[in-house]
């Protein structure tokens, strides 16, 4: 549950980083890194690994955190973790939970509260081979925005929501195609 008494996101933080990428623009150079081990059937244990800012690796992130995922049951998993597709919505959800409360600092909003449903549309056709026609990811996610606010109104509170698919980078990168390199080493 969120402390009441302090806003999501300190606008100052945020001003104070943008000033420094505006004067090191190398600074807005970020690499996420996570490896991953099988864990036995579909199931895949990753962890953290360094972030990579202006060429310069943190280490201190490798192996902080743990995540597990695999696949129910009835999707060929054993259901001991988080899914792909899950995750994929997890991050988007928190992508969101990020440039919502930027955008809304930097408009002077305090928000309250952010609540979110998604929801990921997929027809395994596609995956399973039955229908060469239909992709194999996605056909839509959904995502079901609630904000509360004590100070804004809500013409104030859509207009953040408005502007969340060109302000979130998670939604750019799920959007719109990137190159993804793949490979065997």
Do not use: W
């Not at 800012?53 to 001991?80: C, K, M, T």
């Not at 194999?136 to 207009?159: C, F, H, M, P, T």
């Amino acid at each position: 549950m969120k402390d009441d008494s302090r806003p999501f996101i300190d606008i100052n933080k945020v001003n104070e980083t943008v000033e420094a990428v505006k004067g090191d623009r190398n600074l807005a150079k970020v690499t996420f890194c996570m490896h991953g081990k099988s864990a036995g059937g579909v199931a895949l244990n990753s962890q953290t690994g360094a972030l990579i800012q202006n060429g310069q690796a943190d280490e201190a992130r490798r192996g902080q955190f743990s995540l597990l995922s695999d696949e129910p049951v009835p999707l060929l998993g054993s259901d001991r973790g988080v899914s792909p597709a899950e995750y994929a919505l997890n991050s988007l959800a928190s992508c969101y939970t990020v440039t919502l409360a930027a955008m809304a600092a930097a408009r002077n909003i305090q928000l309250d509260e952010i609540n979110m449903d998604l929801y990921f549309d997929i027809d395994l056709s596609g995956f399973l081979g039955v229908d060469p026609n239909v992709r194999n990811g996605a056909q839509a996610i959904r995502v079901d925005v609630r904000l509360k606010s004590a100070d804004a109104d809500e013409a104030a509170l859509q207009a953040l929501v408005d502007a969340l698919p060109s302000h979130s980078p998670l939604h750019d990168t799920l959007a719109n195609p990137v190159n993804i390199m793949t490979r065997r080493v």
